[in-house]
């Protein structure tokens, strides 16, 4: 009982810890939409994230609890209005077919 109330309690909490920019710990994560090597989408409690960098890796993905590890080179984090779908689908679709 004690592990599902706190995680109602995190609900809408997001927090990103990056380290050296070389290691992004995630919390408030609900989805990954995509990644390579070069981007990771992803769908937080804040918005839809685009994680921006080379030789990217997710080591640790955990939805339930709505954490994510990511490994590599990070050069820049991006966020979208969590709230007008229609603007996350173009941008995800548009960037898919670049």
Known sequence: MEDNRNLHENRGVHKVYLNGRRTAVMSGVRDVLSFDAKEVYLETEQGILLIKGDELHVNRLSLEKGEVD?????DSFAYSDKNDPEKKATSFLGRMFQ
Do not use: L, N
């Open 70 to 74: 990511v490994d590599g080179r990070i």
